[in-house]
């Protein structure tokens, strides 16, 4: 009776399984498949890293969302202020104007008064008065 390769047919040794070639292509595709193992060892190690990373980048994202909504809100706040401010500086403006305004009211009387007298004591030396 003779044996049979459980790969390819061939005729082999007694007690053998393989023959030579698909022996060698066994050993080929073990060495292979322990190379496999160790990149999936890795690629599970990277994985592992990444989502540490990808969890770390969600807190940070969360943080700049937010921060984001704080600026806006601050952007509001500040375009309330900016409009108070120039309403104030409109009202401080108008009230510096008042006083202002009395003043040369007074002072135009003043010199109204001033002149009336003038001219009225010249007309009197003159002789010219009532």
């Given at each position: 009776?003779?044996?049979?390769?459980?790969?390819?047919?061939?005729?082999?040794?007694?007690?053998?399984?393989?023959?030579?070639?698909?022996?060698?292509?066994?050993?080929?595709?073990?060495?292979?498949?322990?190379?496999?193992?160790e990149?999936?060892?890795?690629?599970?190690?990277?994985?592992?890293?990444?989502?540490h990373r990808?969890s770390?980048?969600?807190?940070?994202n969360?943080?700049?969302?937010?921060?984001?909504?704080?600026?806006?809100?601050?952007?509001?706040?500040?375009?309330?202020?900016?409009?108070?401010?120039?309403?104030?500086?409109?009202?401080?403006?108008?009230l510096?104007?008042?006083?202002?305004?009395?003043?040369?009211?007074?002072?135009?009387?003043?010199v109204?008064?001033?002149?009336?007298?003038?001219?009225?004591f010249?007309?009197?030396?003159?002789?010219?008065?009532?």
């Amino acid at each position: 009776m003779t044996d049979t390769c459980v790969c390819c047919g061939q005729t082999v040794p007694e007690v053998r399984m393989f023959c030579p070639v698909c022996e060698r292509k066994t050993e080929e595709r073990c060495g292979q498949m322990e190379s496999w193992g160790e990149k999936l060892v890795e690629l599970e190690e990277r994985a592992k890293s990444n989502s540490h990373r990808i969890s770390d980048l969600e807190a940070d994202n969360k943080a700049l969302h937010q921060l984001t909504a704080s600026v806006q809100v601050l952007a509001a706040k500040q375009q309330t202020v900016e409009e108070n401010v120039q309403e104030i500086k409109r009202d401080v403006k108008t009230l510096k104007n008042i006083p202002a305004r009395r003043w040369e009211g007074v002072l135009r009387a003043v010199v109204t008064a001033a002149a009336a007298g003038l001219i009225g004591f010249v007309l009197a030396r003159l002789g010219l008065g009532a």
